[in-house]
């Protein structure tokens, strides 16, 4: 039917433009270009793409599901913006679920992942750059959990990454390289155990990098007043 036909591909297009429009959004919510408490208005969105509000409010849906965006009635979408206790609450839940989320990857990763860990933490640590560092500790950690099966798992691990990437950058501001040192020996450990197959100290050594992270956090009030830092 050729109505039909052009109905579907339009659909497809619009959904090829709402995919361009979440991962230029994404990325720049999780680059700190937009940050919590901002508005994203779909009208600018739309026009920085030349399109219509339709693919726009399509990728918002699909960064509100990854917790990325939030939509508040007669205010639109915007970052989310959290305070202390939250952010204390998000990291106690990532203290439990990652550790769960590494042991069921453990069994699934093979040698090429072990080599890409290897080269991310190598560059870690040759890195002084904090918004690289920030990427590649979150590829080095997303790369363990990889080898998940279970997807509620893994997409609930990647939701509460999303919502504390702001407040890691702005910790790592705040104490700047100092105590770098510090996460790449834990991360040494958590590869140790990851290439030996070691669930129990995978685990434990995972669950105290984010703790030891938790409780740095909250020594710095500042992280939490919003705004760029």
Same mark, same amino acid.
């Given at each position: /039917? !050729?109505?039909? %036909?052009?109905?579907?591909?339009?659909?497809?297009?619009?959904?090829?433009?709402?995919?361009?429009?979440?991962?230029?959004?994404?990325?720049?919510?999780?680059?700190?270009?937009?940050?919590?408490?901002?508005?994203?208005?779909? #009208?600018?969105?739309?026009?920085?793409?030349? %399109?219509?509000?339709?693919?726009?409010?399509?990728? $918002?849906?699909?960064?509100?599901?990854?917790? $990325?965006?939030?939509?508040? /009635?007669?205010?639109?979408?915007?970052?989310?913006?959290?305070? +202390?206790?939250?952010?204390?609450?998000?990291?106690? /839940?990532?203290?439990?679920?990652? !550790?769960?989320?590494?042991?069921?990857?453990?069994?699934?990763?093979?040698?090429?992942?072990?080599?890409?860990?290897?080269?991310?933490?190598?560059?870690?640590?040759? =890195?002084?750059?904090?918004?690289?560092?920030?990427?590649?500790?979150?590829?080095?950690?997303?790369?363990?959990?990889?080898?998940? !099966?279970?997807?509620?798992?893994?997409? /609930?691990?990647? *939701? $509460?990454? =999303?919502?504390?990437?702001?407040?890691?950058?702005?910790?790592?501001?705040?104490?700047?390289?100092? +105590?770098?040192?510090? @996460?790449?020996?834990?991360?040494?450990?958590?590869?140790?155990? @990851? #290439?030996?197959?070691?669930?129990?100290?995978?685990?434990?050594?995972?669950?105290?990098?984010? *703790?030891?992270?938790?409780?740095?956090?909250?020594?710095? !009030?500042?992280?939490?007043?919003?705004?760029?830092?």
């Amino acid at each position: /039917m !050729p109505g039909q %036909t052009k109905q579907m591909a339009g659909g497809d297009q619009n959904g090829a433009v709402s995919q361009r429009v979440a991962g230029y959004l994404r990325e720049a919510i999780l680059s700190g270009e937009i940050v919590p408490g901002e508005r994203i208005r779909q #009208e600018d969105v739309a026009a920085r793409f030349g %399109t219509s509000r339709l693919p726009v409010r399509e990728a $918002l849906r699909i960064l509100e599901a990854e917790g $990325l965006t939030e939509h508040h /009635m007669h205010k639109g979408a915007r970052v989310p913006r959290l305070d +202390r206790h939250e952010v204390d609450v998000i990291y106690q /839940m990532r203290e439990r679920l990652e !550790p769960l989320a590494l042991a069921e990857s453990l069994p699934h990763l093979g040698e090429e992942q072990f080599r890409r860990l290897e080269d991310i933490q190598a560059r870690i640590e040759a =890195n002084t750059d904090i918004a690289e560092f920030l990427a590649l500790d979150r590829e080095f950690h997303l790369l363990t959990y990889a080898g998940c !099966p279970i997807e509620h798992l893994s997409s /609930m691990v990647v *939701r $509460l990454w =999303n919502s504390t990437q702001h407040y890691r950058r702005t910790f790592m501001n705040l104490s700047g390289p100092a +105590r770098r040192w510090v @996460v790449n020996a834990e991360h040494r450990l958590i590869l140790d155990a @990851v #290439e030996r197959r070691d669930a129990v100290d995978a685990e434990r050594y995972l669950s105290g990098h984010i *703790r030891r992270t938790r409780i740095e956090l909250s020594r710095h !009030p500042e992280a939490f007043e919003g705004g760029r830092v």
